[in-house]
């Protein structure tokens, strides 16, 4: 005899019946399926009864101190990467001796407290970058009575260790997995230019820790607390914000407001372009925009004639749109941005397409932790948006796309998750992740504290300088002849002012008013030394090239 069909219920409509106070299951009777819509996606009452026990999974606060040690053992790592033998190498030219330069001066009060708002070099007004970096080293260097190597390097080495902590917490948020983006700090942390850069006396590492500041502000913003629509009923958030992207530009300029055209170009995407505005308010633009106008106008008024159109003109216009610094082809990121990002460039192929994918769909799969809505896309643009400003910039340098470089990570690290969902640590993916990077840490700090200092004679200008001051007067000038990137790292490691000499004409000026010491190219010396009566007192190989150090045999007015 078969019992008629039980008519099945629809759970959202159905109102429960109260059950007895002491309910008696009837165990003889068969279990007829309460909601068919339920059926396939739980277990039979016999397959829970043949189930062998399993323990209990652990809570999520167990899981979150978890994933803080983790994350707080990989800050100790990279704190070793970046910092162990920080100062064994000498500033190496042509950035990093000049910007020690600079910063010496300013830490030696030898302009007065004007030197903090007109910064010079060798005595002159430096109009090339804003003022942050070099207050930061200067600060380092003056416990030491000196901005030495260590103090120079300081503000990218703690700034680097910043970013990596960014970099996690940014992507717990955009890929709602804690252990993936604890990886993709680390591919931040062991990417190659990034490392590099993050030992140096360098702007970039400090400017893209300020940027990452404030992304991480805008993100919080969109995606923990109900969009950017209800952005400023969160002051805080909106001051750190704008006050990194002001930090930023005190850093290197107007390319610190480069996440605004971020924010602004992922809202358009999304649809939503007029919420811009409730991350803009009057007097938070006051915090990005203020600070780098406040130095522009002080430096102009201490500053001789002509420094407003070098600083503003030349430096930031004519970089832009003529290249008047590091021009290089349209192209050139298209081979230069696989380098820096090396070893983990090598997933990018792999990745872009399948995050690519995710933002053009609204799907969610269920059952499956996935990145919220928006976050790929907002992942896209965070890359090509700087990629695309600096692409159209004539002047290039692979330093430039740092600021995107946690992007790349988290978008390498989104492609293996969404491969493998349910990704924990003991995935094969993870464990293979892991072992990668502890390989990859492992090599580059033994390039940086064994290899590296095998460079030092080609790479520092400390021997050549220091030749010239064991023989020159106290307060004499050294000559440097056609080359300008020198300068700065024989006025560092000198410690004598240095004249510029550009050209012939003023080679010959030197010398007629006295000047006795010249450094030069040995070319230059087999072409002009009979001639100006100039003798090699020294020579040295710095880059590829060999260096003299020259004096004259006598002095002729008339010469």
């Known amino acids: 005899m078969r019992s008629a069909p039980v008519k099945p219920t629809d759970p959202r409509s159905s109102k429960p019946e109260p059950s007895p106070s002491r309910p008696r299951p009837d165990r003889s009777a068969p279990h007829a399926p309460r909601c068919t ?17 399993t323990s209990p999974s652990p809570p999520a606060s167990r899981n979150d101190r978890r994933d803080d040690r983790l994350l707080l053992g990989l800050i100790l790592g990279v704190c070793l990467l970046y910092g162990a033998g920080l100062g064994r190498i000498d500033l190496w030219a042509p950035d990093e001796p000049r910007y020690g330069a600079i910063a010496e001066e300013l830490r030696s009060w030898r302009h007065g407290a004007s030197g903090l708002v007109l910064l010079h070099l060798n005595d002159s007004p430096y109009t090339q970058k804003p003022p942050l970096y070099f207050w930061l080293a200067a600060m380092f260097g003056a416990p030491f009575e000196h901005v030495g190597e260590a103090a120079a390097r300081a503000p990218s080495a703690i700034f680097g260790v910043l970013c990596v902590a960014l970099t996690a917490l940014v992507g717990r948020v955009l890929l709602r997995n804690p252990t993936a983006a604890l990886i993709a700090a680390g591919l931040l942390a062991t990417s190659f230019r990034f490392a590099f850069t993050a030992r140096r006396a360098q702007l970039d590492v400090l400017l893209t ?3 990452l500041i404030a992304i991480a502000s805008f993100v919080y913003l969109e995606f923990q607390r109900g969009g950017i629509e209800r952005a400023r009923r969160h002051t805080a958030a909106l001051s750190v914000l704008h006050g990194a992207l002001g930090a930023a530009a005190l850093t290197k300029g107007p390319v610190g407001w480069i996440p605004l055209l971020v924010f602004l170009a992922y809202l358009c995407w999304e649809g939503r372009i007029r919420a811009f505005r409730a991350i803009a308010p009057f007097w938070a633009v006051g915090l990005s925009v203020g600070p780098l106008a406040v130095w522009i106008l002080a430096a102009i008024v201490l500053a001789p004639d002509g420094f407003a159109e070098q600083a503003i003109r030349e430096n930031l216009i004519g970089r832009f749109f003529s290249g008047t610094s590091h021009a290089r082809p349209l192209y050139y990121f298209a081979y230069q941005l696989p380098l820096d990002f090396l070893p983990w460039s090598l997933l990018l192929p792999l990745a872009i397409p399948v995050v690519w994918r995710s933002a053009r769909t609204l799907r969610q799969v269920p059952g499956r932790l996935q990145p919220p809505p928006g976050a790929a896309r907002f992942l896209i643009v965070w890359i090509a948006v700087p990629l695309l400003f600096f692409s159209l910039s004539a002047g ?20 293996g998750m969404r491969a493998s969902p349910g990704t924990t640590l003991a995935s094969p993916v993870i464990r293979k992740f892991a072992a990668a990077l502890l390989l990859v840490g492992l090599l580059e700090a033994a390039l ?3 290899v590296l200092p095998l460079l030092d004679t080609e790479k520092s200008p400390r021997p050549i300088a220091e030749a010239a001051a064991a023989r020159a007067e106290a307060g004499e000038k050294i000559g440097v002849y056609g080359m300008s990137p020198l300068e ?38 087999e072409e002009l030394g009979e001639e100006l009566a100039l003798v090699e007192l020294a020579s040295f190989r710095a880059g590829g090239r060999r260096l003299v150090l ?8 008339n010469r």
């Open 448 to 450: 940086f504290t064994a």
């Open 37 to 53: 819509s339920l059926q396939g996606r739980l277990p039979s009452m016999a397959s829970v009864q043949k189930a062998p026990p």
């Open 396 to 415: 290039k340098r692979g330093l430039y796309l740092l600021p995107i470089f946690p992007a790349l990570a988290m978008v390498a690290v989104a492609a």
């Open 209 to 211: 820790g300020f940027e």
């Open 550 to 557: 020259a004096t004259r045999l006598h002095i002729d007015p």
């Open 488 to 525: 700065g790292g024989i006025a560092y490691y000198s410690s004598r002012p240095v004249a510029s000499l550009r050209d012939e004409s003023q080679l010959r000026a030197y010398l007629r008013d006295r000047g006795r010491l010249v450094i030069l190219r040995a070319a230059h010396l």
